[in-house]
């Protein structure tokens, strides 16, 4: 039971976001999620990085699908510019500027 109990502490110590995740393919997209990344592990305080980024790997899983469809891959650019847009304004709070 130790050896469970050190490895969840162990895991909840490391950035929930430190890992580089495979990339959507579309530039957009990949250049946002990683300012994203960035403004999450360094201006996000720890205890609320969980909470802050909990739908930004959620919207990375289904923009990573939709590019592998070509029709849907050409709304994704402007998709992102425009969610990079938005998520600018939410994370000022944090001193993030995307």
């Known amino acids: 039971?130790?050896?469970?109990f050190g490895l969840l502490t162990a895991f909840a110590a490391t950035p929930a976001f430190a890992q580089t995740p495979a990339p959507v393919g579309v530039p957009e997209c990949d250049s946002f999620l990683t300012a994203y990344d960035q403004c999450l592990n360094?201006?996000?305080?720890?205890?609320q990085r969980a909470q802050v980024g909990a739908s930004i790997n959620?919207?990375?899983?289904?923009?990573r699908q939709a590019?592998?469809?070509p029709q849907s891959r050409?709304?994704?650019?402007?998709?992102?510019t425009q969610m990079r847009q938005q998520m600018a304004q939410s994370m000022q709070a944090y001193n993030c500027r995307f």
């Not at 039971?1 to 469970?4: H, K, P, R």
């Not at 360094?42 to 205890?47: E, K, T």
């Not at 050409?74 to 992102?80: D, I, S, T, V």
């Open 74 to 80: 050409a709304a994704l650019g402007p998709q992102c």
């Open 58 to 63: 959620q919207m990375r899983d289904a923009w």
């Open 1 to 4: 039971m130790a050896a469970v």
């Open 67 to 69: 590019a592998q469809n």
């Open 42 to 47: 360094n201006n996000v305080p720890q205890a």
